[in-house]
């Protein structure tokens, strides 16, 4: 019996999880292959000895397929063997968030690093070595791109840029939130992770001011928000530093946080949050125990100005709350339990992803066929819905 967990909520999202770590290494490795063969040929770099370490962790979100996967340095390559004759096979995006890998995707060369996203077209041959790594994979079948026109091939956003950073922040924001989403959110997850994805790398090679405007507002926001959360006590934390940071203009920065109060009170707001918790569990993880101490932590130099606004935000004085703090109630970790599957679902999600490309490329050209007969096209396809 494998230890592949096929697990699907009554009311969420279908979820597989393939774990090999608790098979022998010569089972465990030959049932990664096996999951991954409608994609490519995926081999260890190294012969496993002992126990082969992956996972992939997987949510079939029907137009797309979204996966977190762990694996040691390995080899992926695709041939002729896995083209059809229409090229229609689908686009594979990846946020390496550790490790990274060389290799070619047609006749480009690609350097993907920590940090990279990097798009590689599954229509053309390629031939990866990867390190060690963790990666979100988003499987698009070619037809949901279609209508945006030629993507890069063999693109890689590279990290740190703008464009990296809020396709990053919208991939993993997207990720964590899955676990707790019905399929009526479907539509619009679907349909901004393909428009964020579609204008990120289409503005590889355009003006940034031209491309921002095409991203999803909630997306150039989300990787903002995040940035700042990451950097709180950072004293360059300013318009200035997050206009150069993500390209935006001061107007366009202002515009983007007006629903939230403004960037200064995002930011203002943040902070005291922040210290609000250090203060509330003083003395925990060696982290500062006095109010001067966390204030100036978190960016006030002010003590009495900290002091005012902590005590309009939360009716209470930071000293108080010092000297009454009570342990935060701990929360037990909830484990998702369920039964082994032998037979791997994940094979057949990314089986799926690939006849899909094929049929709805047959049925776009039976509607063009269709048209010039005079005759309607049939429909085909699922339509994105309207994300609100």
Do not use: K
């Not at 022998?24 to 000895?49: I, K, T, V, Y």
């Not at 790594?133 to 945006?148: D, F, G, M």
């Not at 707790?180 to 204008?199: D, F, H, R, W």
């Not at 909830?334 to 599957?341: F, L, Q, S």
């Amino acid at each position: 019996m494998s230890n592949n967990h096929h697990s699907t909520a009554s009311l969420g999202l279908p979820f597989d999880s393939l774990d090999t770590a608790s098979l022998p290494a010569e089972e465990g490795h030959a049932l990664w292959r096996d999951s991954l063969s409608p994609l490519f040929h995926a081999r260890a770099a190294d012969e496993p000895r002992g126990r082969f370490n992956a996972r992939i962790d997987t949510y079939d979100l029907q137009q797309l397929m979204l996966a977190e996967s762990r694996f040691p340095a390995s080899h992926y390559e695709r041939g002729l063997r896995h083209s059809t004759a229409d090229g229609a096979e689908p686009l594979l995006v990846q946020l390496y968030m550790t490790g990274g890998y060389r290799g070619t995707n047609g006749h480009r060369q690609m350097l993907v690093q920590p940090g990279d996203i990097g798009l590689l077209d599954m229509a053309d041959a390629m031939a990866t070595r990867a390190d060690d790594s963790r990666v979100l994979s988003l499987v698009i079948p070619r037809e949901q791109v279609r209508e945006a026109g030629a993507l890069p091939r063999g693109a890689v956003l590279r990290a740190g840029s703008p464009l990296a950073s809020i396709l990053g922040n919208h991939l993993q924001t997207v990720w964590r939130q899955l676990a707790l989403t019905g399929p009526e959110a479907l539509s619009c997850i679907n349909e901004t992770l393909i428009a964020t994805t579609v204008a990120a790398f289409r503005g590889l090679h355009q003006d940034l001011e031209q491309v921002l405007p095409n991203l999803p507002e909630q997306a150039r926001l989300n990787a903002v928000c995040a940035y700042i959360l990451q950097r709180l006590g950072q004293d360059d934390l300013t318009p200035e530093h997050l206009c150069q940071r993500f390209g935006f203009s001061r107007a366009g920065l202002y515009r983007l946080f007006a629903p939230l109060g403004g960037v200064a009170g995002f930011i203002r707001e943040a902070r005291l949050r922040r210290c609000y918790d250090e203060l509330a569990h003083a003395g925990a993880q060696d982290l500062p125990s006095r109010v001067i101490d966390v204030a100036m932590r978190w960016g006030f130099t002010s003590q009495s100005h900290f002091t005012r606004l902590f005590r309009r935000r939360f009716d209470v004085l930071p000293g108080e709350l010092l000297a009454n703090r009570e342990a935060a109630p701990s929360v037990a970790a909830r484990t998702d339990e369920g039964a082994d599957n032998a037979h791997p679902v994940l094979r057949q999600w990314l089986g799926r992803m690939c006849r899909d490309s094929v049929a709805t490329e047959g049925l776009r050209q039976t509607g063009q066929q269709s048209e010039t007969d005079g005759q309607a096209p049939h429909a085909g396809g699922p339509q994105n819905g309207a994300c609100s």
